[in-house]
Structure formats: structure tokens, C-alpha cells
């Protein structure tokens, strides 16, 4: 996994507070090769042992309800780069021409759709676009492009590396949908007050990256999925900012 060169960014993350980010990362080269490397060696693995289960869903997607066995969706990667990501669908067809944030108990969702989602199987789908090189197993998860334009400049520096199947925010942040429930405009709310959390995660998981900090998040992961239950320290962070602000007035 490699960084180009700064002047060969996009002119809107040539800047001083994505600079921090970008030398840092260029001061990794071995942490990324090594994480590229495990990146398709996993991959190929997890794809060869989980093909039973892979025809099983696709089976099981098409006998609920009509529509192809794979939803694809336009993401945003590294530099700013659109892919189609892939998932195992798990909403009837065309539910896209709605809102595109899923809230808990979403009347979209289809019976076997609401199996997948609760083991956590429908992004494992995922593998192929790891293989492709459009996403790493571990990074900052892949956003709508309207989403991304309401990036701040620190923000872009997630851009610097592939978006990812999982992260820190993706852990502490894996019940998203049930913040959302009874949102009237679920776009403005996962804009306003979802967002700014993960990404303070994910900005920190990039100040702080490390090879062997990824495989520790792919066990949180792992983990998670499981039942456990962990918690970040941005909304204490926060509600510490804002007891501060209320002192001052």
C-alpha cells in the first residue's frame, strides 16, 4: 500500500492540517506494505473458507425476495476515488430511492435481510473489494459522496489510505441505527451528530497507526460480533467540552 507524492493529492487535501496526517503515514511504509499484504492474504483465505456460507445467503437472498443477491452502492475511497461497494443485500430492491441511512427496525429491511444484518454477514461481502484494492480490512468505513462533501478539511485526511470493512468507529458506533430511530431527517442527524464522532475515531486511528494496531481492531471486531460491548471516550470528551463552555458563560 503506497502514499503519492504530496503535489499528487487532490487540491482539496493539500493542506496544513491533512499534512499531519500524510507525514505520518509516509514515515510507515513497512506497517502499510505489511498491511496490504495481509489485506489479500486474509482475504483470499476468508473467501475460500466462508464459500459454503457465501452460496447459503445467496440462496436465501433470492428465494425471500426479488432482486440480484449482491446491492451495490457509490462510495467514496482513497483520494477521493468512487467504487461500487459490494454488500449482500438486505433491503428489498430500489429501497436506495429513500433515505440511504438505515434506522433500526427499518420497514426496508427483508426477512432474511434482518438475519444477515444481525450476524453482522451482509458487509463480508466486502472481501472481493479488499481483493480489488478498493478497500483495506481495516480503515475508516467507506461514505456516501454527499456525505464526504460535508467533510471538514481534517476530515479529508481519512482520504489518504482505502476505506475500510471495519474500525474503531465502526465498533463503538456498530448500534448507529438505533441513534437514528424517530430522526425525522436521518440524513441531517448521521450529518450533524453521528458523523463528527466516528470520525474523531478515525482520525485517531490514523494518527496512531500501526500494523499491529489493526490487528488488534480486526479482534475488537471480531469480538464485537460476538456480543461485546465496548465504549469510546468521544461523548465523554464531549459532554467534558461542554460542562467547560457552560462554566465560562
Known sequence: MKIVKWEQLPLEMQTEVVRKYYDILKNKRVGLFLKRTFDIVV??????????????LAIAIKFDSPGPVFYLQERVTQYGRRFRI???????QNADKGSQVTVNNDSRVTRVGRVIRACRLDETAQ???VIRGTLTLVGTRPELPR????????????????AGVT?????YYKDEAKLLDGAEDTDKVYTEKILPGKM???????????????????FMTVFAVLGKKYEGDYIAKKESSSKREKTKV
Open 43 to 56: 482475504s483470499l483465505v476468508l473467501l475460500i473458507v466462508l464459500s459454503p456460507i457465501f452460496l447459503v
Open 86 to 92: 459490494h454488500k449482500f443485500r438486505t433491503m428489498v
Open 127 to 129: 472481501l472481493l473489494d
Open 147 to 162: 456525505f464526504v462533501a460535508a467533510y471538514t478539511d481534517e476530515m479529508l485526511a481519512t482520504l489518504l489510505l482505502p
Open 167 to 171: 474500525s474503531l468507529a465502526s465498533i
Open 200 to 218: 474523531y475515531y478515525n482520525l485517531k486511528a490514523l494518527e496512531n497507526f500501526t500494523f499491529w494496531g489493526d490487528i488488534r481492531i480486526m
